[in-house]
């Protein structure tokens, strides 16, 4: 059965993948005819294998790599020593590792031709008062190696701190904090930059109610609020030797010194759990229901040298520049949230510290991504949805009949199988309003990407900030020997 | 007709889908337009047209053979058959087709190991491919070459990523180095060139950058195989629109340098040569049409005298050789004449009676993979036997 199913459904449409995947590449004309009529003749050509062969045949999406996974095909790894305890999804995301870097690249290389007003359209996101700060969001195109890619982002630039010294010690504290500055920000930053928000105490020694009491009950429970970003590293290239490896779970919190990407790392990937950070979405104004979709899931970056800033005098009036950047890896499985971290097809973030001459420290801000092109994925998969539902009414029965017929069709890509309930609301109700709800209600796409940017603003603002505490409750950040464990170990919440 | 009875898994008489499966349908389709071709070939009024039917017929039999290899022997889906017995059954096909079959069983054998197992390890190159017979090794080479290119070209994410790109090309060799035998090495390198430009055409460019950094010898294996996949090419196959001859076009245009263009020279008449040596008026026809280009430099000759010694290799039969070999151009041009004097039958008796022992000898087949000089590469070779 699977056989034949594999046959008559699965090899046609891998051929006319193939052939989709063909008319979406950058090629001369002659060359791309030629590379559609092989991959298709080939496809309904190639012998028929036993086993899994097809299986790998169709891992070109590559949220499929069954395959790749237990033999990694080294994509982007060659003559590399591949570190033993690695998982599946470590494997998954290795295999994304360079392509994400690729991208993230050709974005920064974007952006700085295109900062500060290069911009196909530029306006203003927040407005602070009293606050020394300044940002603004975008809208543009990027030709990426994959075709051009619609983008948005914010840069956001603010007040960091500035030294307390009689005016005859400026030039010295202003070095004094350079310094300071450089260790924080290449050193610890990503260690310290998740935060607790104070907590109720609650009283101990309290008996464990069942828990059917616990809705009942009024005592104060222990609530956890984290905010900013938690980064935990997971896994590197080693430079010379081309190792890839795993961090040990003891490493994890502890980020390497990012002066020792390069030199040492060609890179390593962090994971990242962005606190209290959520979408929000009213379709009923605001003052009707809310749609919250909380973005904390975990999302992979990827950080090389070329995010790295490390400058010292770099310019008359500038003692120092330093900071970090990431690209954002996307997640090898789809999940419900078809948009924000872990989902992004190609973003990078640029956190950069300027000290002045006087001393004074500025952090500014970078962020661009992809334009979203759906807010959530609801399957639309009938098969999936009949298999699921034969499977509720024979008690899981259908699952081992109906397999070989499941593990056909799934392979099949099919450009049409789930749907985004916020933009198809947003395209009806325009529709049908004559897009008035646009243009009086601000029910757009636009209005939600902006206020996606809006959200990341806040979002960083309050990292910044909360890391401001950090920073300034360690008198000196170059004596390693007196720094808390808990800002060496990067377990700051 | 092939699947329409299976009497092997259901008795007698009793009927299978693989006749209506989607490859049984394009076999079909071949072989119906290979019978057309050959309808043409005959009825088809006009000077050379019959050649260029015959050479399109040429074409997609090779294509045929290669796809359908297990057909061809029986091969039954998921049944270990010793490859040395295999090849043993290719003899029945006769030497052109042996040929064709045999590289399809390469690229057969090695899919098959990638799908049960991962990348293949040592596949042509540890003792249990000793008692394989030398003949079949180029083509099982050229076979495996494909799926390794195919398979890690599949793999890329960012078509415009150097890095990307040079870890696939760097495993690519390495895979190469680790499956093929001391002296085939080229022909598994070679396969790179027809896989990117047939299948993944948008990568060839950035694949030539790549490989000028990381060995420039591989540059000239890769546009060889370009120049095959050329002659190979959709748009080259159907015989109209001067169709297959402006392949050496295409071959001249298509590379961004000189090295490339001798290579993809080349390998397109490689590829010609040997698909067609049956009939060398073919080769003849496309040498009146392109004598200009061709003369300007010895990309024909390297062409024709590399399939030559592959063919001379890879088949016991001589008939085909010695029918090139000897072939003479029915034609009062006096200017062709010379040129098949000097280009081709000169080169090819230099070719199977001088170059070809010591390539032999010195276990180089791989080096004729790409464009060189071989008086120069046999110069050496001899050079190095006396040291």
């Given amino acids: 059965m699977k056989e034949f199913f594999d046959e008559m459904v699965g090899r046609p449409f891998s051929a006319l993948s193939a052939v989709i995947e063909m008319l979406s590449q950058r090629v001369e004309d002659g060359p791309r005819i030629d590379g559609i009529f092989s991959r298709f003749a080939h496809a309904l050509s190639k012998p028929r294998l036993h086993g899994s062969a097809d299986e790998s045949e169709l891992t070109w999406d590559g949220a499929k790599v069954r395959f790749m996974s237990d033999q990694p095909s080294n994509n982007g790894r060659s003559s590399q020593a591949i570190n033993t305890g690695l998982t599946d999804e470590d494997r998954l995301i290795i295999d994304r590792v360079n392509g994400a870097l690729a991208d993230g690249q050709a974005l920064k290389l974007w952006w700085d031709q295109k ?40 840069f956001q630039e603010m007040f960091y701190d500035q030294p307390r010294t009689p005016a005859n010690l400026n030039r010295q504290a202003a070095e004094w904090m350079r310094d300071q500055i450089r260790e924080f920000v290449l050193r610890y930053f990503m260690r310290v930059s998740s935060f607790r928000q104070p907590a109720v105490y609650v009283q101990s020694g309290r008996p464990m109610l069942p828990s059917y009491f616990e809705p009942l009950s009024w005592c104060t429970r222990p609530d956890v609020v984290r905010q900013g970003f938690g980064f935990k590293q997971v896994l590197y290239k080693l430079r010379d030797s081309g190792e890839i490896g795993k961090f040990s779970e003891h490493e994890q919190s502890a980020i390497v010194d990012l002066r020792e990407i390069g030199p040492k790392y060609d890179w390593i990937v962090v994971r990242v759990n962005i606190f209290d950070f959520s979408f929000n979405f009213q379709p009923f104004g605001s003052n009707g229901p809310d749609l919250s979709v909380p973005l904390m899931e975990a999302s992979y970056l990827v950080l090389s040298r070329d995010f790295i800033l490390n400058e010292n005098n770099p310019s008359p009036g500038c003692l120092g520049r330093y900071g970090l950047g990431y690209a954002f ?17 190609a973003a990078i973030e640029i956190i950069n510290f300027e000290v002045s001459e006087h001393g004074e420290v500025r952090v500014a801000m970078i962020f661009v991504a992809d334009r979203p092109e759906r807010i959530a994925n609801v399957s639309l998969n009938p098969v999936d949805w009949s298999l699921r539902l034969a499977d509720a009414f024979s008690v899981g029965g259908t699952s081992s009949l109906l397999a070989p017929i499941k593990n056909t069709l799934e392979r099949i890509p099919t450009s049409v199988d789930s749907f985004d309930p916020v933009y198809s609301f947003i395209s009806l109700i325009n529709t049908l309003t004559a897009n008035q709800a646009e243009q009086q209600l601000c029910i757009s796409r636009e209005q939600l990407e902006k206020d996606f940017l809006a959200q990341h603003f806040k979002q960083h603002y309050v990292t910044v900030v909360g890391s401001l505490l950090t920073w300034r409750q360690i008198p000196n950040w170059l004596d390693s020997t007196a720094l808390p464990e808990w800002v060496v170990a990067g377990k700051s919440s | 007709m092939y699947g329409v009875i299976n009497k092997d898994r259901a008795g007698v008489g009793a009927l299978s889908f693989d006749a209506f499966d989607p490859r049984s349908v394009m076999k079909m389709s071949l072989d119906v337009m290979r019978l057309a071709a050959e309808s043409l070939r005959l009825f088809v009024p006009g000077p050379n047209k019959g050649v260029v039917w015959q050479e399109f017929n040429n074409k997609l039999q090779a294509f ?147 490989l000028q950094e990381i060995d420039v010898k591989l540059v000239g294996y890769f546009w060889h195989g370009v120049g095959r996949a050329i002659y190979f090419a959709p748009t080259n196959f159907l015989p109209f629109n001067n169709s297959p001859w402006r392949a050496i076009r295409m071959a001249q245009r298509e590379p961004v340098d000189e090295i490339g263009r001798l290579n993809a020279l080349a390998g397109v008449i490689w590829a010609l040569t040997l698909v067609n040596i049956r009939q060398p008026e073919i080769l003849e026809n496309m040498l009146s049409r392109h004598r200009k280009e061709l003369s300007d430099s010895d990309a024909l000759t390297n062409g024709v005298s590399s399939a030559i010694m592959i063919w001379r290799d890879s088949t016991a039969d001589d008939s085909g050789l010695n029918g090139l070999c000897r072939h003479q151009p029915e034609s009062s041009d006096r200017d062709l004449v010379r040129l098949w004097t000097e280009q081709i039958l000169q080169p090819c008796r230099i070719a199977v009676q001088r170059l070809y022992p010591v390539i032999r000898e010195r276990d180089s087949l791989g080096e004729l993979f790409r464009y060189q000089s071989l008086t120069k590469l046999v110069s050496q070779l001899e050079k190095e036997r006396v040291h």
């Fill in chain 1, 329 to 345: 890896i996307r997640d090898p499985a789809e999940g419900l949230i078809g948009y924000g971290p872990g989902q992004f097809r």
């Fill in chain 2, 64 to 210: 045929s053979l290669f796809e359908n290899a297990d057909s061809m022997l029986r091969l039954e889906t998921g049944k270990d058959v010793p490859l040395a017995k295999l090849i043993q059954k290719t003899r029945i096909l006769g030497a052109y087709r042996a040929v064709w079959v045999t590289e399809g069983l390469g690229h057969y054998q090695t899919e098959t190991y990638w799908a049960r197992g991962g990348e293949p390890k040592e596949l042509l190159n540890n003792s249990n491919a000793d008692d394989l017979p030398e003949a079949s090794l180029t083509p099982l080479h050229a076979g495996m070459g494909l799926s390794l290119a195919n398979r890690l070209l599949k793999t890329i994410r960012s078509p415009n990523s150097p890095s990307e790109i040079r870890g696939v090309l760097e495993r690519f060799t390495e895979l190469c180095r680790h499956n093929s035998r001391s002296g085939y090495l080229g022909v598994s390198y070679e396969a790179l060139g027809l896989a990117a430009r047939n299948l993944y055409p948008h990568l060839v460019r950035i694949i030539d950058r790549q």
């Fill in chain 1, 115 to 154: 900062y500060p007003d290069g911009f196909a359209e530029k306006f203003d996101l927040e407005r602070n008062f009293n606050r020394p700060a300044d940002s603004f969001g975008f809208f543009d195109q990027v030709e990426l190696s994959t075709g051009v890619l619609p983008v948005m982002g914010n």
